[in-house]
């Protein structure tokens, strides 16, 4: 039977044989709650003539939605537990939840407002997480966390940006990670990024060796299955625009320019918007549904979802079809739409496009559920040896 995580917006959910077990994230919830009495505490200071006079006035009475997402799931060894990291505006943590009980508390792991942790892998049996862990908006680095008592330790620094930690089955010392170089201008200022690579690195020895780069693709999420290195491959260049129509556009988009600034002008003065029903339109709204940012990339959402139905009629994504699960020694695709995969004992890969979640075994796919947001699935992983970072 088939038995994995995912992450769907800010719900935890568990797919056990075709049942699937829901749970919302109470840490999340308390956050919101929170954020909500302390907008109401202060709501006095934007109503009356006082806020009208400096622009300030908010007509709803409540504080603007707040972004949040579970951005990494995982098993312990703990029959029908899971360990979830999560971003809620400011706040990053990870906690653990029982799996069907929502009765019962979250346990507390660790939170901060000055990292973000972010997907990874955890290995059940030593109870140790590689994740990433952001440092600014720049940098990252894998870190390996003790979930008994958050002590975490960071194993790769740099100029970099780090992600999507996979610990080897056979030693859990070896991490495979996917890295890029930070260019940098003479004068220090931020360039771009290099081409995403695969690496893999000996945490008892302190070596480091990259494993696969190329000039045409990025190399993200390495994943070691009998021997066999996985990831996902996608391209390195977007398309570029036709020049002409730019230049085309260039008068509509000044006259879009001046109707927006004109729009928000009226709105901060008067508390409406200029457009029907009288209500800004920005209220309410979590998050930008037409555009996704996953695993570094900004996807357009509408547009990857409008150009994949017309080659998929039903279990099509928003993931463009470049992104795709490949063997990485031979270049065999495996899946193309990837957001996120994992691969089970048996070798079949559990394969996200954010909206559809599928099996792929022998080169037959099969859509096991759907989804609104996932961008991160997880089967359980043991090591068979230990690391030596806290003792195990």
């Not at 006035?57 to 312990?76: L, Q, W």
């Not at 021997?227 to 230049?247: D, Y």
Request: net charge neutral; glycine share 10%; charged share 25%.
């Amino acid at each position: 039977m088939c038995k994995f995580l995912f992450a769907d917006g800010e719900d935890v959910c568990l797919y056990d044989g075709g049942k699937i077990i829901r749970q919302h994230s109470k840490y999340i919830e308390k956050f919101k709650a929170a954020a909500d009495n302390v907008e109401r505490s202060k709501s006095w200071k934007h109503s009356g003539e006082g806020a009208a006079f400096r622009g300030d006035v908010n007509p709803h009475g409540a504080r603007e939605d707040i972004a949040a997402v579970i951005n990494g799931v995982y098993f312990t060894s703990e029959e029908g537990e899971a360990v979830y990291s999560f971003k809620a505006g400011s706040v990053s943590g990870i906690y653990k939840m029982k799996l069907g009980d929502v009765k019962s508390e979250e346990t507390h792991v660790i939170n901060s407002v000055d990292y973000e942790f972010c997907g990874g892998c955890l290995d059940a049996g030593a109870g140790t997480l590689a994740t990433k862990i952001t440092k600014n908006y720049l940098n990252s680095d894998i870190a390996v966390l003790d979930l008994k008592n958050g002590d975490y330790k960071t194993v790769t620094d740099g100029d970099t940006l780090d992600s999507d930690p996979f610990v080897c089955p056979q030693d859990s010392n070896i991490i495979y990670f996917s890295s890029r170089g930070v260019g940098r201008t003479l004068n220090g200022d931020f360039a771009g990024y290099s081409n995403s690579a695969i690496y893999r690195l000996n945490i008892s020895a302190l070596e480091v060796e990259e494993i696969a780069a190329s000039d045409k693709y990025n190399y993200i999420k390495p994943m070691l299955f009998d021997n066999t290195l996985f990831a996902v491959r996608t391209p390195c260049k977007e398309k570029k625009t036709n020049p002409i129509v730019e230049i085309l556009l260039i008068p509509f988009r000044i006259i879009q320019a001046l109707a927006n600034f004109i729009n928000v002008f009226v709105t901060a003065f008067t508390g409406k918007s200029l457009a029907s029903g009288g209500e800004n339109p920005a209220k309410g709204r979590e998050y930008d549904s037409r555009k996704e940012y996953i695993k570094g990339n900004l996807i357009n959402v509408e547009k990857e979802t409008k150009k994949n139905a017309k080659k998929d009629k039903e279990d099509y994504g928003f993931v463009p079809l470049g992104w795709q699960l490949v063997d990485v020694r031979s270049g065999k695709v495996v899946k193309s739409g990837v957001a996120d995969y994992d691969i089970t004992e048996d070798g079949t890969f559990i394969v996200t496009n954010g909206r559809r979640i599928f099996a792929v075994k022998d080169g037959k796919s099969r859509k096991l559920c759907n989804a609104e947001r996932c961008f991160y699935v997880a089967c359980p992983h043991r090591s068979e040896k230990g690391d030596g970072l806290f003792g195990f």
